[in-house]
């Protein structure tokens, strides 16, 4: 039971480790928004790169609820950040800011 227990602890670990690395979340991101998070996407959306940190993770929290929908993308963001954290859109934000 114990070999058990730590088995799942470490499984946990893992899981928590892998859902906050913010290069690896950001490769779907990079799909629309560039490598360098320095596309403008369909020609209207801004580089996420010219966005300051604090509105970045303020509107990922919103795409994820389902309350934004600047530029008509909030129906596709809502479902490409569905399942992520708060930790995971930090973790992005900070990413991006590494750029």
Do not use: W
Request: proline letters at 1%; hydrophobic letters at 45%; glycine letters at 8%.
């Amino acid at each position: 039971m114990k070999k058990l227990l730590a088995l799942c602890a470490l499984l946990c670990l893992g899981v928590s480790a892998y859902a906050a690395d913010g290069a690896t979340l950001f490769k779907k991101c990079a799909v629309c928004h560039g490598d360098k998070a320095d596309k403008v996407y369909l020609g209207k959306v801004p580089a996420l790169k010219t966005v300051s940190a604090d509105e970045r993770l303020q509107y990922m929290k919103e795409y994820a609820a389902g309350t934004r929908n600047a530029y008509g993308q909030g129906a596709i963001m809502k479902i490409n950040l569905k399942g992520l954290t708060e930790e995971d859109f930090k973790a992005i934000n900070a990413y991006i800011d590494t750029l």
